[in-house]
């Protein structure tokens, strides 16, 4: 039962021997290729409420910025002294640029505007009081507490965000997580400053100067690579983010195109930043020091939305393959998920059997030529009824839950239809039970056909 293309030979040409797409999907031209590509991009950025899920991480983002930038200048501050202090205080005056920029482009009367420089200098001396208050003590240890419970909570919904684009249901357990962001807390601050310290340090202006004039053009080629060494900086960043959040295995290659399509548009909102800017000069005339809380959302929801469509071209490039297929599957009869379901368990018992690695959903979707997604949606009913078990150690991958010989035709499709719920009352009202005596021996019939069908007797 494999959807695998055939090798027989006929008298075709050699193009028809190119490996046949999934349920009969024709092969496209290249360029329909791209079209489809932005086009799913687009249509999966929308379907998983993305603008959506980045306001509400823009709001998270507001309550737990404070305790992530305390833990970050204590951890900084315990191991680089006052030298890790001041490179933080630097990145909060960075954060507070970042969240309410100023045009570098033509835009002459924004750029000088005494209130924009006033509103960075003012956001900046808030978040600092903020910290500050969380590291003399003054909330006390219920309030300390209470923040760093934001703070997990806010990496919770990260998490939970990029798990659902690449259609992962169950996320880390609570033990992985608290390793992982912990770990994200502490290592994250040191290779902040580390970052700090390469691109604005006072050693980086001599030595910029001194390798320029180099001969042979290597000087303006290492010019040119210092300008771009933030832009560099900010593309690892981001493609290291997509690669380890999500709770499932992601390529670097995707990782990386995400991570150059989310940088890119972050630097493209820097330079356009002036359209949501001038809110800083308007709002500081009518609401005075309140008026920076609306201009630090807007800026926090355009950095997640962009993060977030970083992310969704990650899993559209990594499923490049069968995403032209994705209109085509969204409309899938319940019969083509049972089909899907039997290859997943021949697949992971055919493993199994061989003693080769276990498959995890991603190369199972790889190998069947199919959307991550719906793997993941036909595995989570498999796993539930335990012909399915997921292994996290010493490898990660899916194995089968019970012996191959146990395991019936009638159990997959069973876990499909079924699953772990309840049979509808379809005697509770009028006619129900004479179509339950109709409709039981065709149940049963079938039933017990697919009983005496067994899992390794569809894997000779």
Known sequence: MSDRPSNESSSAPAAAKVPRP????????RWEKARLFCSAVAKS?????????ASALAYSN?????????????????????EGTERIEKFIQQVAAKLTPESKSAFGQLQSDPKVQEARKQLAAYIDEFIQNTRSGTLGVTGMVALLAVGIGMLVRIEDTFNDIWGIQDG??????????????????????????????????????????????????????????????????FAVFYKIMPHTPVDWPAAFIGGIVGGTLWQLNNLLSVFYASRVVTNSYIYGSIGLVPVVMIGLY?????????????????NRRVCFQEKQLQSLNHAAHEWVAFQVMMECAMAFRDGKAP??????AKLLSLPSRLVARVVQPLLGSRLLAE???????LVPGRPIEAITAHDVLSAMRVGTGDDPALADHEGGEALRRQIAPIRQAEEA????????????
């Open 22 to 29: 999934a349920f009969g999907l024709v092969i496209l031209t």
């Open 45 to 53: 950025f929308v379907s998983n409420r993305c603008p959506v899920r």
């Open 62 to 82: 507001l309550l737990a910025l404070v305790p992530v930038l305390a833990v970050a200048l204590s951890v900084t501050s315990s191991l680089l002294k006052d």
């Open 172 to 237: 880390r357990s609570w033990f992985s997580r608290i390793v992982l962001y912990w770990a994200a807390l502490t290592l994250g601050p040191i290779l902040l400053v580390a970052v700090i310290a390469l691109t604005g340090s006072s050693h980086i202006g001599p030595t910029r100067e001194y390798l320029s004039h180099l001969p042979l053009g290597v000087g303006p080629l290492l010019t040119v690579g210092f300008r771009a060494l933030p832009f560099l900086i900010l593309i690892v960043a």
């Open 302 to 318: 355009l950095s997640w939305l962009i993060m977030l469509f970083g992310a969704q071209v990650g899993y559209v490039f990594q």
């Open 359 to 364: 498959p995890t959903s991603l190369s199972l």
């Open 391 to 397: 292994l996290t150690h010493p490898v990660q991958g």
């Open 449 to 460: 056909s697919a009983k005496a069908v067994s899992l390794s007797a569809l894997m000779r």
